[in-house]
């Protein structure tokens, strides 16, 4: 899940002042973790402790304030209430990289995504988001040709990935639905060369910048193997230590 954080921290500083371009600094002095990391982070505790995920996302939240969550998950933080609320928005596929890491089986990874998603985003959009980004995950982590992952996320989730990059970029604007994000998000990934070239392009997209290149790179960290080196650095630079033990752990126990 690591590649998930570092999208999240490479896209933090672009997402309400979009980068149309593939150059751009990686890392600047502002470049922070946000709530997609904060959550990322509370989905791999879940899993490797047990237990439910809205205990754990609502603790996380009140832990990691002001780390830029979306409005409704902020007034569901801050109330009594444990109950979802039918949210569609892509906070539920920002989060469920660790349920595409920590399982043998699809089924498996499905059934957890969706698990993961509906403490909060039980719509179906909600649910279909946090399933398809774990779906590629796992495929990436089975060696599948990224054709294969394109048609299985078309035909499973009915996403279209028939689109480019370059299609994409002048008309998009930005949008926090799964089904306005994860698509694209996922077309970063597909059309990349490496794991840096899927970040860049997924934040080239503009948009949600930093949701859509955690996304992508967390499919990315699972195709390529891991992230590279001095980008991971980088990241663990930026990571409280209370966050980044939890990410240790989690990638002990489930390597790639």
């Known amino acids: 899940m690591l590649g998930a954080i570092t999208g999240d921290i490479v ?3 672009y997402e309400f002042d979009n980068n149309r371009q593939t150059s751009f600094p990686l890392f600047t002095p502002e470049s922070d973790f946000t709530d997609d990391t904060v959550l990322t ?3 791999a505790e879940c899993l490797l402790s047990g237990g439910d995920y809205t205990v754990f ?20 933080l801050e109330s ?10 892509n906070g539920s596929a920002m989060r ?5 890491f920590a399982f043998r089986t699809l089924e498996e990874t499905l059934y957890e995504a969706q698990r993961s998603a509906v403490a909060t985003h039980n719509h179906p959009e909600g649910v279909k988001g946090a399933q398809a980004v774990a779906a590629a ?7 599948r040709a990224r054709e294969y992952i394109r048609e299985f996320i078309t035909n499973a989730f009915g996403y279209d990935l028939s689109r480019s990059s370059d299609e994409i970029r002048p008309g998009y604007a930005f949008n ?3 089904r306005g994000s994860v698509p694209e998000a996922i077309i970063a ?3 990349s060369t490496d794991f840096e070239s899927a970040l860049r392009l997924a934040v080239s997209l503009g948009g949600d910048s930093d949701t859509i290149a955690c996304i992508t790179g967390s499919i990315a960290e699972a195709y390529y193997g891991g992230v590279p080196e001095p980008i991971a650095a980088e990241v663990w630079r930026r990571l409280p230590d209370e966050l980044a033990e939890v990410v240790d752990r989690f990638h002990r126990r489930f390597a790639i």
């Open 189 to 191: 990934f597909l059309e």
């Open 57 to 76: 996302y609502k603790e996380y939240g009140h832990r990691f304030p002001g780390r830029g969550y979306g409005g409704r998950f902020q007034e569901w």
């Open 41 to 43: 982070v509370a989905t």
């Open 80 to 89: 009594n209430s444990t109950l979802p609320y039918n949210s569609y928005g």
């Open 96 to 100: 469920v990289s660790p349920a595409g």
């Open 137 to 143: 995950i796992f495929l990436s982590r089975r060696g």
């Open 11 to 13: 896209g933090s500083i």
């Open 176 to 178: 926090e639905t799964c």
